[in-house]
């Protein structure tokens, strides 16, 4: 296979499922790179447990599996790959800076110098920095400034979200990523790059929840205004609702987990009472029916009660009733049928579906499936990146291409 310097790929490894989108960088359509889908590939996660790698050899093949699959379907092979972290192990927190416009307008240089001082914190040994997200400029007495180059005044301010996770869950991560023969470009905060890849200008303008419905945990990241507002992690996902099914139907979890995606349901009103489905009996080879309202009526609850715990989380940031897009529901738990009904339950707000659509071509029908947002978006900001650093040159980040990206990288 044949590998080229315009290629970028999205790794999402989570705690059940690693997804894989390879791609090849088009063009940029509204000041953001497209991209041209080329590969796909998903497979079990193992060695993982709620986003932290557990056994390095475990998460190695899953990387290695998933990898290989796309490239396969893509003809190429990438070398370089953009992951991604979230979970209980990141923190945010909003910051500030103040400095000195020495000329008659504001420059590059000195946007760079208010970045300098607005990320100046002390920051923990065990933990590093993600991102650094421009919130909003303030020059002189001017506020809701988002891009400040060209104007004049002689004092900016800039207030700034900064990402953090832990170093030992980020090593871990690139090890085993390094073990299956590839090499971690850049890590990105999960959230952001769903956002990327599902959420329009728009509804982060007049306000949205984006609800990612993982395997071990579910992921909420609230913007308004163009910021990100709010971050949460919730330690329930997709598999606490397999493991409810396992401990209601007394199955294993795997037949369990195989009886939620064949014959599952999350909104009991979509059930026919009279239909039933045949599961593994208490014998060897044995079945038994079972009504499949019942298999409904126990995702449902449970999902409701972890999409009733993102609704608390969202009144405690004090961001309830502002939200005037809604919720954007993603991750493979949104999948399931009547998913939007139970949210919009728990939210009493409009709820949709989340799949990647703009900036995509060639075999984008692959990725239009909610367990590919995050992947989808790790490629879509990888491809950004490469385009700001320059496309078969090095891709070390100079200067100049930070400012670009702390520019761009929300706005």
Known sequence: MTTRANLVAGLDIGSTKTCAVIAEVASVVKGQASIKVLGVGQTKTGGMRREV?????????????????????????????????????????????????????ITAADVKRVHEVARAVVVPADREVLHV?????????????????GMAGTRLEAEVYIITSAINASQNLRKAVSRAGYRIERTIHEPLATAHAVLTDDEKDVGVALVDLGGATTELAIFREGKMRHLASIPWGGSTVTNDLAKGLSITFAEAEKAKEKHGVAYTQ??????????????????????RELIAHIIEQRLDEILGLVAREIENAGESGKLGAGAVLTGGGAGLEGATEVAQHAFSMPVRIGIAGDGLGGLADSVKRPQFATATGLALMGADYALEAGIGGRWGESALVRIGNWLREFF
């Not at 979509?270 to 009504?291: F, N, Q, Y």
């Open 133 to 149: 997200l421009p919130q909003e400029y303030i020059v002189d007495d001017q506020r809701g400034i988002r891009d400040p180059i």
């Open 53 to 105: 790698v557990t056994d390095i050899e475990g998460t190695t093949d899953s990387v290695r599996a998933a990898m290989k699959e796309a490239e396969l379907m893509a003809g190429v092979s990438c070398e370089r790959v953009f992951t991604g972290v979230a979970g209980e192990y990141i923190h945010a927190r909003t910051s500030n800076g103040v400095v000195a416009v020495h000329g008659e307008e």
């Open 270 to 291: 979509l059930v026919d009472p009279r239909d039933s489905v045949e599961l593994p009996g208490p014998g060897p080879g044995s079945k038994r029916l079972v009504a």
